[in-house]
Nanobody, 120 residues
Framework: QVQLVESGGGLVQAGGSLRLSCAAS????????MGWYRQPPGKERELVAL???????NYADSVKGRFTISRDNSKNTVYLQMNSLKPEDAAVYYC??????????????WGQGTQVTVSS
């Protein structure tokens, strides 16, 4: 069982910055991709950014050039640096991990979510 614990959400003014962190713990063989999704009020959950085990990153078009995803494999932690925040970035942000519990057992794990609020 893998647990993902997020931190770093909060309230920020438009144009400001926040850094989200997500640490994975528990028993597992390997973590493949890690990343972040978000769910704005009244909308579907959407991909923000993903980073592979080899540090290849992919971003939603709406955050390219403003957000940076990174990971520290030694700590099983993924980060999301969010700069130039806009009111439309406000959402609950969810950490995601693609996990092999064993060589043969594969699943997806989600964090509990952290609120990001951007005031205009």
């Amino acid at each position: 069982q893998v647990q993902l614990v997020e931190s770093g959400g909060g309230l920020v003014q438009a144009g400001g910055s926040l850094r989200l962190s997500c640490a994975a713990s528990g028993r597992f063989f390997r973590i493949n991709s890690m990343g972040w999704y978000r769910q704005p009020p009244g909308k579907e959950r959407e991909l923000v950014a993903l980073v592979s085990n080899g540090d290849t990153a992919n971003y939603a078009d709406s955050v390219k050039g403003r957000f940076t995803i990174s990971r520290d494999n030694s700590k099983n932690t993924v980060y999301l640096q969010m700069n130039s925040l806009k009111p439309e970035d406000a959402a609950v942000y969810y950490c995601y991990a693609d996990v092999f519990q064993t060589v043969f057992t594969h699943s997806r794990a989600w964090g509990q979510g952290t609120q990001v609020t951007v005031s205009s």
